[in-house]
C-alpha cells in the first residue's frame, strides 16, 4: 500500500529535550516535506526536500533540522524543543516538486507533539 | 492580508444542501489551484484542482475559479453529513511554492 508513515503519531515531552519525529514513504517521491498546523493558521511549511541530499527552508524553519540521507526517509528533528512547536504535523511527499507537478501531496497521519 | 484566505466557518449546512466554500488569494500571478479534504484527526487529502477560469466538475464537486476577482470556490451538491471536514484550500503562487488557506469547517446537519 502506498503510504507516507510518521512516528511517533502522538508524543509528550519537556522544554529541551531532543526529539526526531521520523517519515518514510514507499512511493518513490522526489519531493518531501514538513508542515505545521496549528488552529486559525492553516498549514505552514517547515522544511522541504527535492531530493536525496538536497534540503531547503519553509516559512517557519527556526528550531528545527532535518536531513534527507535517503530518498525514502526524511526525519524532522527538534534539537531543543520549546513550548511553542506544540504543534499537529504532517510529513508529505509528491512525486515531483509541486512547482512543477500538479501540486498532489500525499501526506501522513500526521504527528501530535506537545512540549511542556 | 493571507496570501490565502478562508472564512474558518463553521458552514453549516443541512443534508442535501449545496454547501459553497470560499477561497481569495493574493498573488495575480497563481496558476493553480488546490481543495483539499480534511477530516477531523485525519491528514488532508486531495479532492480537486483546477487551473483555468471557469467550473470542473467532479461528481458532487464542483470546483470554480474566477482568476481576474482572485477566488476559487467548492460546491459540492447534495450534501451528506460524511462530507463533514475542514476544506482546505492551496494556491500555488508565482514562485511555484504552495500555499495553504486557515481551512473552513463544513457540518451537514442530517
Known amino acids: 500500500e502506498a503510504q507516507v508513515t510518521q512516528n511517533p503519531r502522538y508524543l509528550i515531552t519537556v522544554t529541551g529535550k531532543k526529539l526526531t519525529v521520523t517519515c518514510s514513504q514507499n512511493?518513490?517521491?522526489?519531493?518531501m516535506s514538513w508542515y505545521r498546523q496549528d488552529p486559525g493558521l492553516g498549514l505552514r511549511q517547515i522544511y522541504y526536500?527535492?531530493?536525496?541530499?538536497?534540503?531547503d527552508k519553509g516559512d517557519v524553519p527556526e528550531g528545527y533540522k532535518v536531513s534527507r540521507k535517503e530518498k525514502r526517509n526524511f526525519p524532522l528533528i527538534l534539537e531543543s524543543p520549546s513550548p511553542n512547536q506544540t504543534s499537529l504535523y504532517f510529513c508529505?511527499?509528491?512525486?515531483?516538486?509541486?512547482?512543477?507537478?500538479?501540486?498532489?501531496?500525499?501526506f501522513g497521519e500526521g504527528s501530535r507533539l506537545t512540549v511542556l | 492580508q493571507k496570501e490565502v484566505e478562508q472564512n474558518s466557518g463553521p458552514l453549516s449546512v443541512p443534508e442535501g444542501a449545496i454547501a459553497s466554500l470560499n477561497c481569495t488569494y493574493s498573488?495575480?500571478?497563481?496558476?493553480?489551484f488546490f481543495w483539499y479534504r480534511q477530516y477531523s484527526g485525519k491528514s488532508p487529502e486531495l479532492i480537486m484542482f483546477?487551473?483555468?477560469?471557469g467550473d470542473k466538475e467532479d461528481g458532487r464537486f464542483t470546483a470554480q475559479l474566477n482568476k481576474a476577482s482572485q477566488y476559487v470556490s467548492l460546491l459540492i451538491r447534495d450534501s451528506q453529513p460524511s462530507d463533514s471536514a475542514t476544506y482546505l484550500c492551496?494556491?500555488?503562487?508565482?514562485?511555484?511554492?504552495?500555499?495553504f488557506g486557515q481551512g473552513t469547517t463544513l457540518q451537514v446537519k442530517p
Open positions: 508529505a511527499s509528491s512525486l515531483r516538486d509541486p512547482r512543477g507537478s500538479a501540486g498532489e501531496l500525499f
Open positions: 512511493m518513490n517521491h522526489e519531493y
Open positions: 526536500s527535492m531530493n536525496v541530499e538536497v534540503t
Open positions: 498573488d495575480r500571478g497563481s496558476q493553480s
Open positions: 483546477i487551473y483555468s477560469n
Open positions: 492551496a494556491v500555488k503562487g508565482n514562485t511555484g511554492k504552495l500555499i
